[in-house]
Each structure stands twice: as structure tokens, then as C-alpha cells.
């Protein structure tokens, strides 16, 4: 089977290997290479002969290092460039020379050592970004560092791809050596090009209103690139990274990423499975105390790096840790260094194989390492670590109880204060409390749904609580235990949605602000002004629509639970607003008649 017929075969099953490759919390790299493996030799045999395949998907590499090259801010290195330069690169060349300095050991030559050590110090961008934002962790510091890791692995890949073509001519004479004049004579050429052509083309063709010459005119660019940087025998991969890059400060450059993206994501999809049917199974079988030794290895000792690494950059043990846990597997690029070291003679097939398929293994072990993190080592922290909750013993007298100190209660703490009303403030976030004390603010850390701390708060006699917490289920259960225990206190909540105020009203509590009402109709006033309405009638239009709505959370807390009796009602209410402002408009125009008094003469 040959050329369309290969990709449409691949196509057809990535797409079903792919999405249930991440319903079961793996990467869509990990499907696309079990996609490869199940339609390769070994398995189905659906396709024998890889090559136009492979030939094809190696533009989606292209792709991916010009979308590198293209973000490559110098503004955004500068602020990262402590983590990047100094904790990527020591991870890259610490890593390098150890895993490197094992093979050679092993009996490997120093350049299929370097070789084999680089591309195994690559973590997998795509899925440790995945992974910390699932987990909401790309603002913590372990994933910040982790971030600027990658950062500069993506860096670090560019000079190992250009060097391989240049360590393959050293070995054999069957390999033309670059001939240095043309090669900066291009250099050259493409910043020129860069600065006083294709910016100049670009505008022209954004100017045309064409999205498709656009689309053209980018691929035309990675095409062109690395057909030039291929004729001079230099790695097309670093023609494609220098072109986005000369490009990175263009005015256009978030519309030439919106455009490569999918064509990207689809080849470098092929390419993975290029990899995945090119996978020696039989290897595996064979020798599978190797491969997960191998995984098991490479996790640990890259771990083990980061984690020291971590410590040295002034991380805490469990900072250091959750970094080691996050980037311990092999990534993308070490598929595309082996693929390609193999190609070149400078690495044998089978080696180049037993690599591809350790990293494989490695990231599908990942997953593994962040439930261990999670249910074993973090418990084990929390419970040995857990910090007291505050004192609350002779508080002064105060009228106001804020439970929740977020972006609610910090405006509504702010507004008491001014007006010099007494108010204690509590809040259920250790790291939210020592944020805020450094600006001054009285909080108090602790367990919102507590009995004992809402006493120890005043609850018995204060004025009234206002409940500010974000998170609705601990909303929920402090309001239950104050309606119970302190039944006279009134309650003023914040609810996040519809469905949270519905269930505070189940509570009993009647004065319930949905937090995105008032800006939804502040902003709705605005753009009826904007589009002609006047002040008056913008006003009137709002407040009306408020007052409904308002009567239509009463009038649906009995039913919300029903999901079709709640649709239904919904579209009655629709019908009703429309016809309660039809009504309003032409009682405004018979009264507008009605007080219409013709000139005199």
C-alpha cells in the first residue's frame, strides 16, 4: 500500500486511537504511535513501506520548530532567563553527560553517546503542559521552573539537529561537507529577506482580505526554507527555526501561528506515527526486561537531576520533588533525534529503536508518577506539615463576619473599612492568608465550615455574615452549619452561578449576588448606549430585565432540579421578556403620541 492510500489508513485510525488515548489520561503523542504500531508491519500490516509517509510527516517537524522559532520572544527569555539558562541548561548538559557517559560505558562510540544522552534529556513539552494544567499547577513554582525547562530544550534541540548532518559528513565520504560561502551567503539572504521581503508581502497580501494566500504564503515560507537549507546540506529542521524566528517580532506573527497550527498538528501527528509503525515490537518482546528497565532508569535518574537541580535553585524538598515527578520522561524531540540519527548512519537501527521504545514507555509511565505524588508523598506532607489554624482569643467587638477573603470579600473589607465598620475577616487558604497580610489586611486562617471558629468569630452577636468563599461546596456547608447554629445571623452570599444560588436558597438564605450579574448588565447598559439607545431607556431596559430575572430565580428554585422541567420554563421566560418589553415599547411610543403638541403658529 502506497502514498494516499498509507495516509488515509493512518488518518482513519488515529481517529479513533487518539481520543480514547486521552480519555484514558495519556498524550495524544502516546496515540498517535499506538496508532502507527497497530497499522505497521508487526501488527495489522496494513502498510509495509514507510517511506513516503515518513517523507511527508518530516515537514510537520518543520512546522514545529518554525512555531518555536516564531515565539521566541527575546523580551520573554529575558525575564525567564535565570530558570532557562541557568536551570534548562544545567538539566540538558548534566543529563546529557550522564545518560550519555552510561552508554558509553556501555560500549557506545562518544558521538552515539552524545547523541543518545541529548536526545534523552528532551521531556515532552506537549505532555508535561498537559499535565500541569489539568492539575492547575502552571503558576506554581515547580511549574513555572518546569516551563522554562522546556523552554530551553526546545532551544537546545535546534544546534543537536544541525550538528548531526555535520558529525555524519566526519565519518563518511558519501556525505557532501557544507560548503561555508553559500551557507552564510543564506544566512544572509533570509534576514534580509525577512526584514525587506516577506513583512512587505504579508501586509500586501492582509490587504487583499484573502485568508487563503495567507495560509499559502506561510507554508510557502516553511517549504521554501528548508528546500534552501536542505540543498546546502544543513538540517531543514534549523532553516524552518531560523525562519520563524526572524519572524518572531513581525506584526504578523500570531496570524502565521493561527494558520500553521493545524497543518502542525496533523503532520507532526503523521510523523509520530511514522514512528509508532516503525516501532521493532519484536524487540520488545524480546528483550522486555530491558525496555522497562530502560524506562525505569531514565525516569529515575532524570528525576533524581531535576530534583537535586530543584534544591540547588532554592526549591523546598517538595517543590524539588513535584518538578522531578513532572519532567521525568522522554519527549518528542527524542524521536525526532533518533529518527533521524538513524538516517544519517550515526546511530544502528537497533539501538535507535530500543530508545524510541524506552521513551515511549517513559511518558505512558508518567501518569503513574503523578497518582503516586498525589495519593502517597502529598497526604504524607499535608499530615506531618499541616499548619494550625489562627487564634481568634480576645478579638475586639466587630459587626461583620467575611467568610472568604478572595476578590469578593477584599472589595467588600475594603468598603467596611473605609467607613471605619468593624469587621473580621477568615479565609480557609493558608498561601490566599500570608498573600494578603502582606499588604496589610487582617485575616485569620482557617476551617470555614468549623463550628468552633465561627464561634470563636463572633457569630453569636454579630450584625451579619457575608459569605464570600469561591469554592461552592464549602460555600454550601458554612452556610448550613451557620443557618443551624446561628439562626438569627443574617447571611449575605456571593454565589459563583445560577445552580449555587439556587442551592443557597434551598438554605434559606434570601439575599444571594450572583458575582457575574451586575458587570453582565453594566456591560449590557454600555452597549445598548453604544449602539443608540439613550441613557434613560438603556437604564430603564437593565433595571427591568433585573427585576425579571430576579423574579425568575424565585420562581425556578422549585424546579431546577428537574432539568427539563427547567429548560421548558426557561423558554416561557424568554417568550414572557420578549413580550414584556414589546409592551414596554409601545406604551413609551402611545405616551410619546400622546404628548405630542404641534407648533403654533
Known sequence: MQGIESIAFLLGIALIVVPLAKRSGLPAVIGYLLAGIFIGPHVSGLIENTTGVVE??????????????????????????RSVFGLGGLQVVVTTVLLG?????????????????????????????????????????????????????????????????????????????????????????????????????????????????FTGTALFIIVGVTWLMDSIHLSMSLGAFLAGMLLADSEYRHELEAQIQPFKGLLLGLFFMSVGMTANLPLLIEKPHWIILGALGLMLVKGLILGLLGRWHGNDLQTSIRLGVTLPQGGEFAFIVFTSAVGLGLMSSTLGESLVLIVTLSMALTPIGFWLLEHVLEPHWSGREERKFDSLEDMPEHEVIIAGFGRVGQIIARVLRVHRIQFVALESSARQVDFVRRFGNP???????????????????????????????????????????????????????????????????????????????????????????????????????????????????????????????????????????????????????????????
Not at 459569605?467 to 451557620?482: F, K, N, P
Open 443 to 601: 485575616v485569620f486562617y482557617g476551617k470555614l465550615d468549623n463550628l468552633a471558629l465561627l464561634e470563636a468569630a463572633g457569630a453569636a452577636k454579630a450584625k451579619l455574615l457575608v459569605l464570600a468563599i469561591d469554592d461552592v461546596e464549602e460555600s454550601l456547608r458554612t452556610a448550613q452549619i451557620v443557618r443551624h447554629y446561628f439562626p438569627k445571623l443574617p447571611i449575605f452570599a456571593r454565589a459563583r452561578d445560577r445552580m449555587h444560588a439556587y442551592r443557597l436558597m434551598d438554605l434559606g438564605i434570601n439575599v444571594v449576588h450572583r458575582e457575574t450579574l451586575g458587570t453582565s448588565l453594566e456591560m449590557a447598559r454600555d452597549v445598548l448606549i453604544n449602539i443608540g439607545f439613550n441613557k434613560v431607556n438603556a437604564d430603564l431596559s437593565v433595571n427591568r430585565f433585573r427585576e425579571y430575572d430576579d423574579q425568575l430565580m424565585l420562581r425556578q428554585q422549585a424546579i431546577y432540579k428537574n432539568e427539563s422541567a427547567l429548560v421548558e420554563s426557561a423558554k416561557q421566560a424568554m417568550r414572557e421578556l420578549e413580550g414584556l418589553f414589546e409592551s414596554d415599547s409601545r406604551a413609551a411610543k402611545k405616551t410619546k403620541e400622546a404628548s405630542y403638541e404641534p407648533p403654533k403658529d
Open 101 to 213: 557517559g552510561i552508554l558509553w560505558l556501555w560500549g557506545e562510540s562518544p558521538t552515539v553517546s552524545l547523541i543518545a544522552g541529548a536526545g534523552l534529556a528532551m521531556s515532552s513539552t506537549a505532555f508535561a503542559l498537559q499535565l500541569l494544567a489539568e492539575k492547575n499547577q502552571l503558576s506554581a513554582r515547580h511549574g513555572r521552573q518546569a516551563f522554562a525547562i522546556l523552554l530551553f530544550q526546545d532551544l537546545a534541540v535546534i544546534p543537536l539537529l544541525a550538528l548531526m548532518p555535520l558529525l555524519a559528513t566526519s565519518g563518511s565520504a558519501e556525505h557532501d561537507i557544507p560548503n561555508w560561502g553559500p551557507v552564510l551567503l543564506a544566512f544572509a539572504g533570509l534576514i534580509l529577506a525577512s526584514r525587506f521581503l516577506v513583512r512587505p508581502a504579508f501586509r500586501f497580501i492582509a490587504n487583499s482580505h484573502t485568508p487563503e494566500l
Open 56 to 81: 511527508i510527516a518530516e515537514y510537520g517537524v518543520a512546522m514545529l520548530l518554525f512555531l518555536i522559532g516564531l515565539e521566541l520572544e527575546p523580551s520573554r527569555l529575558w525575564v525567564l532567563r
